[in-house]
């Protein structure tokens, strides 16, 4: 296993990773990154640190002499600042948000999309079905994984729906609910029980939990062989260890 990482550690450093190929100076070390805040995966100002798992590829790729500079945008523009090239990846994602993009093959770890509703809704989500029922409103760009995310593309659906994307999505989102502007919506259980610890929603069911990947540019995915390197570092038994044992418990105590 060491061996391998070693070899895929010399195939990057020996390509300039920095998103503007002209910048011949910069430190080859270093890998460009997009996301958008979704704490506790990845956080913004927490005192705790910068997210769970953002914590933990800093620490696993630094050990590798690889550090990580990352920028936060609204969810859709992060996308685009990876597809475009001027950045080299996203820190989480799952493939149905970005499909044009390279994945890895392990994944980083798994969430769980839930339904929320005001208290004293009686509403439960148990299938596809149950969606025509009420006004729901989604992220832009977002993958929820099925059904939700066929759901959301079907034109038919579009007035059962809010979308909405830029800057403080889910804080929105909280809010169209309290202003009954929607019936309720969907997001990681973790990050609302994270941002809402004290509020008056109510989950109303969940979807089957998913994994979720690390995804960069394809010509950059290629040209330094980070996807390898990555998925040997993800499996490493001694790497799992540490994510269980260290970053866990610090967001998750």
């Keep these: 296993m060491r061996f391998i990482i070693l070899t895929l550690l010399g195939q990057i450093l020996s390509f300039n990773i920095f998103a503007n190929p002209q910048d011949v100076n910069q430190d080859k070390s270093v890998i460009n990154l997009a996301t958008t805040e979704w704490c506790p995966y990845v956080c913004k100002n927490e005192q705790r640190g910068e997210g769970l798992i953002l914590d933990y590829l800093r620490e696993v790729l630094e050990a590798e002499n690889i550090s990580l500079n990352v920028k936060f945008f609204p969810w859709s523009r992060a996308i685009q600042e ?140 290629e040209e330094t062989e980070v996807i390898p390197l990555i998925d040997s570092l993800l499996s490493f038994s001694k790497n799992q260890q540490l994510f269980q044992q260290k970053y866990f418990p610090r967001y998750f105590d």
Excluded at 114 to 129: K, P
Excluded at 134 to 162: F, Q, R
């Design 82 to 221: 990876v597809r475009s090239g001027r950045l080299n990846g996203l820190v989480t994602a799952i493939k149905s948000e970005a499909p044009t993009l390279d994945f890895t093959n392990v994944p980083s770890m798994y969430y769980q999309m839930c339904f929320y509703t005001r208290r004293e809704s009686t509403w439960i989500y148990q299938s596809e079905q149950d969606l025509a029922n009420i006004k729901l409103g989604i992220i832009s760009d977002y993958g929820y994984g099925e059904p939700v995310d066929s759901y959301a593309t079907e034109m038919h659906n579009y007035t059962n729906m809010i979308k909405i994307g830029g800057t403080d999505s889910l804080l929105r989102l909280e809010k169209l609910l309290a202003k009954k502007r929607i019936d309720a919506f969907i997001e990681d259980k973790h990050v609302v029980q994270w941002m809402f610890q004290q509020s008056a929603l109510r989950e109303a069911g969940c979807l089957n939990k998913i994994p979720f990947y690390m995804a960069f540019n394809p010509l950059y995915a």
